[in-house]
């Protein structure tokens, strides 16, 4: 009988510990969230300005110069730097693989306008 009166005793104690620190966190909780919020960096074009990514769409007929773009390789690469830039983007954009058709279509345009 005691035993147990120790437990429950233990058990409201810890109630109300985790009560206090409710009480007194929260408060802050909102704060932090503010100034987290204001401080975050704006999303806008000049903060991918310097991006390494190209930015825009597929030309309508597609150039050598977007070819290298895709492939990410130099207008005068070797058809091997070619080969393996090419296998790479297919390993992971393949559509038998959960990639995108239109993704792979265009990557095997770019391999077929840089080995002319």
Do not use: W
């Given at each position: ?46 903060m991918f300005a310097a991006s390494k990514y190209y930015k ?61």
């Open positions: 009988m005691a035993s147990s009166l120790i437990v429950a005793g233990l058990g409201i104690a810890a109630l109300a510990f985790g009560a206090r620190f409710m009480v007194r966190t929260i408060p802050n909780i909102g704060q932090k969230m503010a100034q987290a919020a204001t401080s975050m960096p704006k999303l806008d074009s000049e825009g769409g597929f030309d309508p007929k597609m150039t050598k110069r977007e070819a290298t773009l895709i492939l990410s390789v130099n207008s005068g690469a070797p058809p091997a730097k070619i080969k393996a830039a090419y296998m790479k983007l297919m390993l992971t954009n393949h559509p038998d693989r959960g990639g995108s058709p239109y993704l792979s279509s265009k990557i095997s345009e770019a391999k077929d306008i840089l080995d002319k």
